[in-house]
């Protein structure tokens, strides 16, 4: 069964405290993405990794990390650093080619981090 | 500077009436738009994407580059269509420029 998995789906945490989703994927897709939905602001891009071992910053990088050592993984790792944790954070991927793939992204079901 | 608009944060219309949800965008190149629409309960999927000229679902939209739109439509909305919708954009980099998403409500 292809596609991405995020884990947890639910995670508490206290404050002062790391924690890191994870992200696979078995679609063989090149880049990963890890997005922050909040309501009524949309999705806001955290980091994006588009080969292994290479990762940028997106619009909301600060008190985030990431990873990208294998093609199937993309782990998250919120730090005590970041203001506002509590947020539902989505995984995705896609492939990288022109045309009719492109834009086109492969969403987790989302992880839901709630900071106590 | 690059940015999808979706005015309208909630949209709520009768089963049987039209439907149409908003997108406007400000972009330098040549755009590549998509709708995705997340069901309760369901992941973010892509419902369709402006360079397929496609009808999904009875959705259908059309880029209007003289308006820089990306209206998402259909003639009669139906129960199962509630949901969040979101516009999004391509850049070259293949970075989605993302709206802020409207929930749509569709009333029995």
Same mark, same amino acid.
């Given at each position: 069964?292809?596609g991405i998995t995020q884990s ?6 206290? *404050? ?6 994870s992200c696979e994927q078995n ?5 990963m ?28 990088? *600060? ?5 990208? *050592?294998k093609?199937e993984s993309f782990p998250?790792?919120? /730090? ?11 995984c995705?991927s ?9 834009? *086109?992204?492969?969403?987790g079901?989302?992880?839901?981090? /709630?900071?106590? | ?6 005015? $309208? ?22 755009? $590549? ?33 003289? $308006? ?10 139906? $129960? ?29």
């Amino acid at each position: 069964d292809g596609g991405i998995t995020q884990s947890p789906k639910y995670l508490f945490r206290k *404050e002062g405290q790391n924690v890191t989703l994870s992200c696979e994927q078995n679609l063989n897709h090149d880049a990963m993405y890890w997005y922050r939905q909040d309501p009524g602001q949309g999705l806001r891009l955290i980091y994006y990794s588009q080969i292994v071992n290479d990762f940028q910053k997106g619009d909301i990088a *600060e008190g985030y990390s990431v990873s990208r *050592e294998k093609k199937e993984s993309f782990p998250l790792t919120v /730090t005590s650093a970041q203001k506002n944790p509590t947020a539902f954070y989505l995984c995705a991927s896609s492939i990288l080619r022109g045309g009719v793939g492109r834009g *086109e992204l492969f969403f987790g079901e989302g992880s839901r981090l /709630t900071v106590l | 500077a690059q940015r999808v608009t979706q005015p $309208e944060k909630l949209l709520s219309v009768f089963k049987g009436a039209p439907v149409e949800l908003k997108c406007n965008y400000s972009y330098s190149g040549s755009p $590549e738009l998509f709708w995705y629409v997340q069901y309760s309960r369901q992941r973010l999927q892509l419902l369709l994407r402006h360079i397929s000229r496609e009808s999904i679902k009875g959705f259908t939209a059309d880029l209007n580059k003289g $308006e820089t739109s990306f209206h998402l439509k259909k003639p009669f909305a139906q $129960e199962e269509d509630s949901a969040m919708y979101y516009c999004a954009l391509s850049d070259s980099n293949y970075q989605l420029i993302w709206g802020a998403g409207t929930k749509l409500i569709i009333k029995p």
